[in-house]
């Protein structure tokens, strides 16, 4: 079956501290790879995408992820979190960009940053 | 702000009652898409329209339906409701061309509305 998981429901960081949010993937077709940030009161909001290519991406925010095939992950980095940081992130698996309909959502990981 | 508008933004009602929720697009982006998001399903991708058709049904329950029409706006209309119901409502757009170049896979969020169901 389909599915994208993202281990950590919350994860607390101190500011200025690196982060690694995990999302591991179970997908039978080529993956397209997203990363969504939603932060509170607010909708998702596009951190970084991969179709192909170099499988390190960078993204907005100072944020990259990097795709392995080989243990079908997309981990979101950050090398020094900020306080404007705490949200929710989401990865996002699907089978083209232009199907954004069949996209699968990982269940979101909560990111709280300690002053 | 993505460029995409919700309203409301948060709505009580109570259960057996319909509402309508109405979603503007990005200036241009034919598709929209309508997502439902609560605590215990997470995002549940629920219908998406491209240039006023619908194109493709997700988790949408028969007491809901959806539209969007010439302007390409779009309203989500959800009848009957029940307690469960009560969720974020998230409406999305995208350029949307059926393949090839143009397309960036990114999905435009708007700021949801709140639906609470008494």
């Known amino acids: 079956a389909q599915s994208v998981t993202q281990p950590d429901i919350h994860i607390t960081v101190s500011e200025g501290a690196s982060l690694e949010l995990r999302c591991n993937y179970s997908y039978g077709a080529t993956p397209y790879l997203f990363w969504y940030v939603q932060s509170p009161g607010q909708g998702l909001q596009l951190l970084l995408k991969y179709f192909s290519g170099d499988t390190l991406v960078q993204g907005i925010k100072g944020f990259e992820a990097e795709f392995k095939r080989s243990q079908s992950s997309f981990n979101l980095r950050k090398p020094s979190v900020h306080w404007s940081d705490a949200a929710e992130y989401f990865c996002a698996v699907g089978p083209a960009p232009h199907s954004n309909y069949q996209l699968i959502w990982g269940a979101g990981t909560k990111l709280i940053i300690k002053p | 702000d993505s460029g995409v508008t919700q309203t409301p933004k948060h709505l009580i009602t109570a259960t057996g009652q319909r509402v309508t929720l109405r979603c503007s697009p990005r200036?241009?982006?034919?598709?929209v898409y309508w997502y439902q998001q609560s605590l215990d399903q997470g995002l549940q991708f629920l219908i998406q329209y491209y240039n006023g058709e619908e194109r493709a049904k997700g988790n949408i329950l028969e007491r809901f339906s959806a539209q969007q029409f010439p302007d390409l706006h779009s309203e989500l209309n959800l009848s009957s409701l029940e307690l469960g119901d009560s969720a974020l409502y998230f409406c999305a757009s995208s350029p949307h061309r059926t393949s090839g170049g143009g397309n960036t896979g990114e999905l435009f969020f708007g700021e949801g509305s709140r639906l609470t169901v008494l």
């Open positions: 200036s241009g982006d034919l598709s």
